[in-house]
């Protein structure tokens, strides 16, 4: 985390927000982008973007002559709540996966075994049907109209 020597607000398109810088010029390149209302003081010490936002906070930065300005305020709060730790939201629980089944191994072919393999196909009948009979569903069957 970077510790900053400079801290305060500006408005940016129509927006106000906290700033933080590490030296006074920065005033001038922001007003050069186009920043308005800016106002940055020095801090006591180097801070944290969070020990400045409380720090801006607790001496009452939005203040001035009696006159609370409420739009700083208002961006000091939300600068504040952005970066308070909020509790996580319990997420549901996840439905578990099945197992995965695990992976069986091919066996190493044994010569008995590619024996075994051809006589079955050398014994299997080659087919049940003769060339006639296919010929004849051939000839029965109608063109396809393409």
């Given at each position: 985390?970077?510790?900053?020597?400079?801290?305060?607000?500006?408005?940016?398109n129509?927006?106000m927000?906290?700033?933080?810088?590490n030296?006074?010029?920065?005033?001038?390149?922001?007003?050069?982008?186009?920043?308005?209302?800016?106002?940055?003081?020095?801090?006591?010490?180097?801070?944290?973007?969070?020990?400045?936002?409380?720090?801006?906070?607790?001496?009452?930065?939005?203040?001035r002559?009696?006159?609370?300005?409420?739009?700083v305020?208002?961006a000091?709060?939300?600068?504040?709540?952005?970066?308070?730790?909020?509790?996580?939201?319990?997420?549901?629980?996840?439905?578990?996966?099945?197992?995965?089944?695990?992976?069986?191994?091919?066996?190493?072919?044994?010569?008995?075994?590619?024996?075994?393999?051809?006589?079955?196909?050398?014994?299997?009948?080659?087919?049940?049907?003769?060339?006639?009979?296919?010929?004849a569903?051939?000839?029965?069957?109608?063109?396809?109209?393409?």
């Open positions: 985390m970077s510790n900053f020597s400079h801290a305060g607000v500006s408005r940016y129509g927006e927000k906290v700033r933080f810088a030296d006074s010029l920065r005033v001038k390149v922001l007003a050069k982008h186009g920043h308005k209302d800016i106002d940055l003081i020095e801090l006591k010490h180097p801070m944290t973007k969070d020990e400045a936002i409380k720090f801006l906070i607790s001496i009452d930065f939005a203040t002559d009696g006159v609370t300005n409420q739009e305020k208002s000091l709060e939300t600068a504040l709540e952005k970066r308070t730790e909020k509790p996580k939201a319990e997420k549901p629980a996840k439905a578990e996966k099945p197992a995965k089944a695990p992976k069986v191994k091919a066996e190493k072919p044994t010569m008995e075994g590619i024996k075994a393999k051809v006589a079955a196909k050398k014994t299997a009948p080659k087919s049940t049907v003769t060339k006639a009979e296919v010929k569903q051939l000839a029965e069957m109608e063109d396809a109209p393409f």
